[in-house]
């Protein structure tokens, strides 16, 4: 699963990059969404392809991609990716309510970091806290989010120090409005999906997601949450964690690995990525 020798992946992303990550997707989706201008562009979105509630399956696959590719991928992988992501985000753009272009490396930036985050947290929940050196080398490996976009390597905070002020200065810019919080309410309950699968998954669904967001976006998107909701949401992570440990490391990877070898096939017969 890994990219060529010289640009393999240190161990530490390697087993950040874990299939049961995929029960923290949708809160990292809320935090990447509760900038506003992001939050409208994918809510108000007039590109079916890529709206998550018009075209699940592609989505789904389109996202999961970016991150192996982004993580595991060798750089010609990347600069392939890259390419795609700029060929969809072209028609990504509003002037009203909120202006929004999927091309402002701001933004980018900000989506980047919340991906990062996202991978620290799980390896984290997975493995216990990572040893500075660890930490180090998965923040250096995390500037790839940004990089397979138009963030350039200059716009990554240099250390986990400076990441730290980025982010916490990112915290006092969330903010939601009715048409965001309406569109993060649904994906949360699921209601943006059909109703066998809401009535099954929903509740589920919510408690995990606001389980993994942080308290600043769990408090923005309007949700209550109580230590018995927390003490029980630990006893859950435990068990993630062990069920983590008893899985062979191809097993672990699913679904990235597949979704890695697939967007190498799929550059091999010269067919889209997203």
């Given amino acids: 699963m890994t990219a060529t020798a010289e640009e393999a992946p240190p161990k530490v992303v390697l087993d950040s990059i874990s299939g049961l990550a995929l029960a ?10 509760s900038r506003l201008p992001i939050g409208h562009g994918v809510a108000e979105s007039t590109v079916d392809s890529g709206r998550v509630d018009k075209h699940p399956i592609k989505r789904t696959r389109t996202t999961l991609s970016y991150i192996a590719v982004s993580m ?46 996202g991978i620290e947290m799980i390896y984290t929940v997975l493995y216990g806290e990572p040893s500075e050196a ?41 903010e939601m409005d009715d048409v965001t919080r309406t569109y993060l309410r649904d994906l949360t309950e699921l209601r943006l999906f059909p109703a066998p699968l809401r009535w099954t998954f929903g509740r589920s669904h919510r408690f995990l997601t606001l389980g993994f967001l942080p308290r600043p976006f769990r408090e923005e998107l309007g949700y209550p949450w109580t230590p018995r909701d927390q003490a029980r949401f630990d006893r859950f992570t435990r068990v993630l964690a062990l069920a983590n440990r008893a899985l062979p490391r191809p097993a672990r990877e699913f679904p990235f690995n597949l979704y890695l070898y697939d967007v190498r096939r799929r550059i091999r017969k010269n067919r889209p990525i997203v």
């Fill in 24 to 33: 923290a997707a949708a809160s990292n989706v809320i935090m990447q969404l």
């Fill in 134 to 174: 660890q930490a180090a080398e998965m923040y250096r490996h995390g500037a790839r989010f940004g990089t397979t976009l138009q963030v350039t390597e200059d716009m990554w905070p240099a250390d986990r120090e400076a990441f730290e002020d980025y982010w916490q200065a990112g915290l006092a810019k969330i």
């Fill in 72 to 117: 595991l991928g060798s750089e010609s992988e990347r600069l392939a990716m890259r390419d795609e992501v700029n060929r969809a985000h072209r028609h990504v753009r509003a002037k009203e309510p909120v202006p929004y272009n999927a091309f402002d490396r701001d933004l980018q930036l900000w989506v980047a970091a919340c991906l990062y985050q």
